[in-house]
Each structure stands twice: as structure tokens, then as C-alpha cells.
T-cell receptor
């Protein structure tokens, strides 16, 4: 099955850029997602990228996909204190009606 | 509108109680999901309903019983739970259908509710 890994923790200063990394194992993954979870809340979809793209930009968010290395990253420009949360990447395998979530990265933004 | 509504927000129950969690969406989605999430862990898939039929059961114990009365509603019936079942239970929905390799529309983008925080005493 698919295995999705992330680093556990990232700390950045307010106003800097944050880069959260994710690796996955199944090269047939079709879509890759980024979700944000604030304490006590559900998961909020931030963005997603189709596997034949290598970059997607959406306002302060930039997703980079290196399909050869099976590496996904999420860059948040001008990080704000409201960006403090846990960020999950998730991979959807072709032909399956489910996604595999990464372990989650806790982003701490220091004022 | 990408809202998925879950009730109740919090639930405390004893091991002999029977309770139900509810989930509702009005986006016309045809796939609905139940997840269990323990603290500091990613969500774990429990069940998937597709077009109101159970399509995935991730070997969940029978004390959890899902029900999909119609395409907008998803219930999770709870009976004889254990303290280790205490967790955040998340519902999600998606447009449904399998995405092919060339398809640009991600039919399985999942939109999540805020969850039900369950404590089993």
C-alpha cells in the first residue's frame, strides 16, 4: 500500500516563507492534496495537484511536485500566525476511492 | 458551499450506551466517509459509502455501525464502545466516482466536517 511521510515539526518567523515537505511511495498516485487542521477542528482543503503537473500556485500557496522522486512540497509565502496548524499531505492512488494521509507537520509561527 | 455538518460536536458516553453520530452535506456529493482521528495522528479511514452503498469497510469492529439513509446523510451508530474508542470522528464527502489517469476533475476531493469529539468512560 501507499506510505506517505512528513517531518513532524517546522518553526518559522512571521513574514518568512514556510516549506513543508512530503514523500510518498506509490508512483501511480493521481492526485496529491494538502490539508490544514487547526486545534480541535476538522481538515480544511488548501490545495491539490494532479500528478502530471509539477507546480501549482494559489495566492500565498505554491505546490511543487517531483514525480520522479515522489516528493511534494507546500510553500507558504509571508507566513502569518494564523497559519499555525498541522498540515497533512495526502495521496490518492489511481483506481481507489480513498486517500492515504501523511503523518502531519505541525507548523509553529513565531511572532 | 463546501459545508459538511456534523452533530453533535461533543459526546460523552458510557460503555453500555448506544449513541449515533450524524453527518449531512448538501453539495450533491455521492461519496461519504467516516474517519477516526486520535490526538497528534492522521485521520484513519473507517468506512466509505458510494451512491448510498457501503464500498469500503476498513475492518472496523462491529460496535461501529454505519448507515447511509440517503445521499445527503451519513450516520455512525455506536454501541458498547471501549475507552480506547475515544477520539475525534470526522465525516467527509466527495463528488464520487473514480478519477482516471487523464482526468482533470478530482472527483475524490474530500471536504471534511468539524468532527465529533467522543469520550467513552
Amino acid at each position: 500500500g501507499e506510505d506517505v511521510e512528513q517531518s513532524l515539526f517546522l518553526s518559522v518567523r512571521e513574514g518568512d516563507s514556510s516549506v513543508i515537505n512530503c514523500t510518498y511511495t506509490d508512483s501511480s498516485s493521481t492526485y496529491l492534496y494538502w490539508y490544514k487542521q487547526e486545534p480541535g477542528a476538522g481538515l480544511q482543503l488548501l490545495t491539490y495537484i494532479f500528478s502530471n503537473m509539477d507546480m501549482k500556485q494559489d495566492q500565498r500557496l505554491t505546490v511543487l511536485l517531483n514525480k520522479k522522486d515522489k516528493h511534494l512540497s507546500l510553500r507558504i509565502a509571508d507566513t502569518q500566525t494564523g497559519d499555525s496548524a498541522i498540515y497533512f499531505c495526502a495521496a490518492e492512488q489511481r483506481g481507489y476511492q480513498k486517500v492515504t494521509f501523511g503523518t502531519g507537520t505541525k507548523l509553529q509561527v513565531i511572532p | 458551499d463546501t459545508e459538511v455538518t456534523q452533530t453533535p460536536k461533543h459526546l460523552v458516553m458510557g460503555m453500555t450506551n448506544k449513541k449515533s453520530l450524524k453527518c449531512e452535506q448538501h453539495m450533491g456529493h455521492r461519496a461519504m466517509y467516516w474517519y477516526k482521528q486520535k490526538a497528534k495522528k492522521p485521520p484513519e479511514l473507517m468506512f466509505v459509502y458510494s451512491y448510498e452503498k457501503l464500498s469500503i469497510n476498513e475492518s472496523v469492529p462491529s460496535r461501529f455501525s454505519p448507515e447511509c439513509p440517503n445521499s445527503s446523510l451519513l450516520n455512525l451508530h455506536l454501541h458498547a464502545l471501549q475507552p480506547e474508542d475515544s477520539a475525534l470522528y470526522l465525516c467527509a464527502s466527495s463528488q464520487g466516482g473514480l478519477a482516471g489517469a487523464q482526468q482533470r476533475i478530482a472527483k475524490n476531493i474530500q471536504y471534511f466536517g468539524a468532527g465529533t469529539r467522543l469520550s467513552v468512560l
